[in-house]
């Protein structure tokens, strides 16, 4: 039997939500789940929004989930942001809950354009000025990112759809709102209307600049750096690095920190590692957290961890005797895009450390397990999965698995990774699980 494909829209109840969840239901192909959290921040005007979704989701027969947030001051720093890690968590979990593996987002090119410009002026770089992504990594898409609000709300008019009005977004305080109302229309009296596209534009090609750096720094990284045995080093030599454009030697050293160091190096520090190893004398070292440590040795440069073998930051190794084994690895907070980068490795997997049951244990696969596969809301047979990714007869049963203190399945490597523990935008700590080769 196969299952109907599911999708959780994001609806407030103003115009963009309410065009998006028409061109969700107009597409015909996926069932809807409308998913709405009340932030309380308006008083009664929140409650009459909720109220108008809930209304709207039974009149079209959709299945809808409302949900309540931490009461906050709306005028308080940081409220947008917190107001939107915390609804974003609430979809994260509406979509475990009903089995949707994508949420789909009502931004729209206006919102491009304004914070292609937000970011300009807080002095993003290139992965920053191309703005909003059609996808994300965790599973968020946003259908609607190429129309302009002036079409969609003509066409609310035109089909009679009503939507409500958020007066908040009319208030200047924020910065959103100031660049929407105030710079906007100025750039827009000087260079006419058209730069509201051309600023669009700008962001797409930055979208395309970025693709292509990170293509070539993961391409040269595959090359040119070399890990070292044990708690060794990684290495790379200078002159090749010291040749390429500076734009892509900061890629580099970024990549190199998130995927290989679990470190998240700002841009000052980028570039005190690049100077370093362009300019640096043979003995030159920089420090660059969680004590690992860059250091020049002539034609080389080599990132070097000073922690004690066997132990990072005071987890233990769990080892299998005999063969293989598993690394455990304690490590600080690390954004949710980094653990899939670290999982797409396939030898490796981040878990929350608050919500792990912790010894772990790495014992051999058998007929009867069952796992919960990381985006779904309910267990499968082991068996299922691993005739789903393909494996072998011959390969399925004496695999390695990772399993917590209560023994629930946690991770088969190279496989797939359960639902349980997961990294998100408010993990404190992380704990890295490596599998290591036999020896």
């Given at each position: 039997m ?37 932030h ?58 009903t ?7 009502a ?124 708690s ?27 995927d ?21 004398g043979?003995?030159a ?79 051999p ?12 809301a ?62």
């Open positions: 196969r299952l109907e494909p599911v999708i959780v829209a994001a609806v407030s109840g103003g115009p963009d939500s309410m065009y998006l969840l028409h061109r969700l239901l107009s597409g015909k192909k996926d069932r809807i789940v409308v998913g709405h959290l009340n309380g921040a308006r008083g009664r005007d929140s409650e009459r929004d909720q109220e108008f979704v809930e209304r709207i989701a039974e009149s079209l027969r959709l299945e809808h989930a409302i949900g309540k947030g931490r009461k906050r001051n709306p005028a308080s720093p940081g409220f947008e942001k917190e107001a939107r890690i915390e609804r974003h968590e609430f979809l994260r979990r509406l979509a475990a809950k089995g949707s593996g994508r949420i789909a987002l931004h729209t090119a206006d919102d491009q354009v304004e914070t292609v410009l937000m970011r300009f002026f807080e002095g993003a770089g290139i992965g920053g000025l191309k703005g909003i992504p059609r996808k994300s990594e965790d599973g968020i898409v946003r259908p609607i990112l190429d129309e302009w609000r002036e079409d969609i709300l003509k066409y609310l008019k035109r089909h009679m759809i009503p939507c409500r009005t958020d007066k908040s977004n009319f208030d200047t305080r924020f910065e959103r709102n100031w660049v929407r109302h105030v710079l906007l229309p100025l750039l827009e009296k000087r260079y006419g209307k058209s730069v509201r596209k051309r600023i669009f534009t700008l962001g797409e090609r930055f979208r395309e600049i970025d693709d292509y750096l990170e293509t070539e720094a993961r391409k040269w990284i595959r090359r040119n750096v070399k890990s070292g045995r044990g060794g080093s990684i290495t790379l030599r200078r002159i090749p690095f010291s040749d390429l454009p500076s734009v892509l030697r900061i890629r580099i050293l970024q990549n190199i920190g998130f290989r160091l679990g470190l998240s190096p700002n841009e000052r520090l980028l570039m005190a590692m690049d100077r370093s190893i362009r300019d640096g043979p003995s070292r920089v420090k660059i957290g969680k004590g690992w440590e860059l250091s020049n040795r002539y034609g080389e440069t080599m990132f070097v961890h000073h922690g004690k073998p066997g132990r990072e930051n005071g987890m233990p190794s769990v080892r299998k005797d005999g063969g293989g084994g598993l690394v455990v690895e304690a490590r600080g907070k690390l954004a949710p895009a980094l653990a899939k980068r670290v999982a797409a490795r396939g030898n490796a997997e981040l878990f929350d450390a608050a919500v792990l049951k912790l010894p772990l244990a790495l014992r696969l058998t007929a009867g397990d069952r796992i919960r596969p990381f985006g779904l309910s267990e499968k047979k082991v068996k299922e999965v691993l005739i789903d990714r393909k494996i072998p007869r011959g390969e399925r049963w004496g695999r390695p698995a990772v399993c917590d203190a209560e023994g629930t399945l946690l991770w088969i490597p190279g496989v797939v990774r359960s639902a349980h523990a997961p990294v998100t935008a408010r993990t404190r700590k992380t704990v890295l699980l490596k599998l290591s080769p036999p020896k």
